[in-house]
């Protein structure tokens, strides 16, 4: 729309030619356009869908005032017994990787004690072969073979306490 040259165009409501050619004032145009919004919000599909993710964005907020804000999870004393077996495997990965440094199979075994109550050496067999069903790397499931071995041989009551 392009506005008409007119010396006396200042002091009138602006008038536009559209691209019919029709002679427009702006105003009127500015109320067709509300006319269209108004329009759609009484077609009734669109004032459902509106209503729609209207109600949605209340719920959502809601939901998170109440799990954030009045009754937000708490966890006390939560064991790694209770891992996913994923990462159980990862602990045993760490645990390995302390043993490589370290060298303390007594130390290992008191830290794969935590994962539950089966025997360190079951557990580390469990997370090898969860390790190489998953893909891991060939260096981490080497590390943990290193620990299993070493956990083959080791005999918990010939260990000295520490003082």
């Not at 602006?14 to 009127?28: E, F, S, V």
């Not at 089966?118 to 998953?134: C, G, L, M």
């Amino acid at each position: 729309m392009v506005p008409l040259d007119r010396p006396s165009a200042r002091f009138e409501k602006p008038i536009y030619k559209d691209c019919t050619g029709n002679l427009r004032h702006k105003q009127a145009e500015v109320f067709q356009s509300l006319a269209h919004f108004r329009s759609l919000w009484h077609n009734k599909v669109m004032r459902r869908w509106v209503l729609f993710f209207i109600v949605m964005a209340i719920g959502a907020a809601g939901g998170m005032y109440y799990g954030w804000v009045l009754n937000p999870v708490k966890y006390v004393d939560t064991a790694p017994d209770s891992l996913r077996l994923d990462y159980k495997t990862d602990f045993v990965l760490m645990v390995a990787e302390a043993y490589l440094v370290e060298n303390n199979l007594s130390l290992a075994a008191r830290r794969l004690a935590l994962l539950g109550t089966d025997t360190p050496d079951i557990i580390v067999s469990q997370a090898i072969e969860f390790a190489t069903r998953i893909g891991y790397n060939d260096n981490d499931i080497a590390l943990m073979n290193n620990l299993a071995e070493g956990l083959k041989n080791w005999n918990p009551s010939q260990e000295v306490p520490p003082p």
